[in-house]
């Protein structure tokens, strides 16, 4: 048996301003505040349910999603639900509309008097929608099994259309849009990557029904003709539940804070120059050799548990230099042609430079 409720919080204070519990066996799977282009001066809270949901095999008797109007109070008053065939698991606003990810389709809605309205649909994610991520025209769209989708929506055509693909399967968890091209993931076994589309990469693809496009267009095992590239991948360990592109010291450079299952909060944060690259690149080489970790375990091939670690320095690593001998201490640091209070100020830099 479910039950879940919507708590309406005063982040400062910690106050509960307002709670709604749903009905029984109904639970709530996602969330998202939004506002309708025909009704701009209102703010709409949307809560995706499932009812009689059952994990494994996944399955549910009925989905709805709940529309609720946000008051200038920071109350929230119901307005309607809109049956859906599968588990509504993510929504997000898009262009004074909403994306709902029903299952394994992606939908366009709109706000109706009585319910909301379907406008558009794309049935060619291949099992559940557990991210949509937007920026400009561009949906990214996580699949619980396949990673991620980019696509577009064409307004003249109405029309969602998958125009780029990754070609690696991942059990996505979370996700974190960096730029127009360029996207952050994690999956459920520990690792996280960023995914770039290359330069050569078109949007404007049209769909083809008639199935008379040229075969070297189509793309392999019917999934998109362009496929996106692989900037970084680091195995954390523990599965990743939440990303986030943020700035933690007033004036201090972006960088990308995930959490874990296991309680972890970690980050990861980009060289401004190649002296510190080639400086960290080395320290970490030297470590390795060095300071091996305790269980014996070849610490290259488990950051490349799943994928190979690629473009990304193990921070961690790098700060046991100040807990190893003096002695190792120093001849690492005469490797660098530096000396072991410049090594340790160095790694303090870079911490506080981004967080503490």
Same mark, same amino acid.
């Given at each position: 048996m479910w039950a879940s409720l919507i708590r309406v919080l005063n982040p400062v204070t910690g106050d509960t301003l307002q709670k709604l519990s749903l009905e029984q066996n109904e639970a709530a799977f996602s969330i998202c505040l939004c506002k309708f282009a025909n009704r701009p001066e209102e703010q709409f809270v949307l809560v995706g349910t499932a009812v009689d949901m059952q994990l494994n095999p996944r399955h549910? +008797? +009925?989905?709805?999603?709940? *529309?609720?109007?946000?008051? +200038? %109070?920071?109350?929230? %008053?119901?307005?309607?639900? *809109? =049956?859906?065939?599968?588990? =509504?698991?993510?929504?997000?606003?898009?262009?004074?509309?909403?994306?709902?990810?029903?299952?394994?389709?992606?939908?366009?809605?709109?706000?109706?008097?009585?319910?909301?309205?379907?406008?558009? %649909?794309?049935?060619?994610?291949?099992?559940?929608?557990?991210?949509?991520? *937007?920026?400009?025209?561009?949906?990214?769209?996580? $699949?619980v099994q396949e990673s991620f989708h980019f696509m577009r929506y064409k307004r003249?055509?109405?029309?969602?259309?998958?125009?780029? $693909?990754?070609?690696? =399967?991942?059990?996505? *968890?979370?996700?974190?849009?960096?730029?127009?091209?360029?996207?952050?993931?994690?999956?459920k076994f520990g690792n996280i990557v960023t995914i770039r589309l290359p330069?050569?990469? +078109?949007?404007?693809?049209?769909? $083809?029904?008639?199935?008379?496009?040229?075969?070297? $267009?189509?793309?392999?095992c019917n999934a998109a003709a362009q496929k996106a590239e692989i900037c970084t991948s680091f195995h954390v360990g523990e599965t990743v539940l939440s990303l986030q592109k943020v700035t933690l010291i007033p004036g201090g450079s972006e960088s990308l804070v995930y959490t874990t299952l296991s309680g972890t909060i970690g980050m990861l944060v980009p060289f401004t120059s190649h002296e510190d690259h080639d400086f960290f690149q080395h320290l970490e080489m030297h470590m390795r050799a060095e300071h091996p970790p305790l269980c014996g375990r070849d610490h290259m091939s488990y950051r490349s548990s799943y994928f190979p670690m690629k473009n990304v320095i193990d921070g961690d690593l790098c700060e046991q230099f100040n807990s190893m001998?003096?002695?190792?201490?120093?001849?690492?640091?005469?490797?660098?042609?530096r000396n072991p209070s410049e090594v340790s100020k160095k790694l303090e830099d870079i911490r506080t430079r981004f967080a503490f």
């Open positions: 549910c +008797s +009925s989905g709805f999603i709940r *529309t609720y109007k946000l008051s +200038s %109070e920071h109350q929230l %008053e119901f307005l309607h639900k *809109t =049956p859906v065939e599968d588990i =509504p698991s993510a929504i997000t606003a898009y262009q004074g509309r909403v994306l709902v990810g029903v299952g394994k389709l992606l939908r366009i809605y709109d706000i109706g008097k009585k319910k909301l309205l379907r406008k558009c %649909e794309n049935k060619h994610i291949p099992n559940l929608i557990v991210t949509i991520q *937007t920026i400009g025209h561009r949906i990214i769209v996580g $699949d003249e055509e109405n029309q969602l259309i998958i125009f780029a $693909d990754d070609s690696y =399967p991942r059990w996505t *968890t979370c996700a974190c849009v960096l730029d127009y091209d360029t996207i952050a993931g994690a999956d330069q050569d990469v +078109s949007d404007e693809v049209d769909e $083809d029904p008639t199935g008379n496009r040229s075969l070297w $267009d189509r793309g392999w001998d003096l002695v190792k201490q120093k001849s690492i640091a005469e490797e660098l042609d």
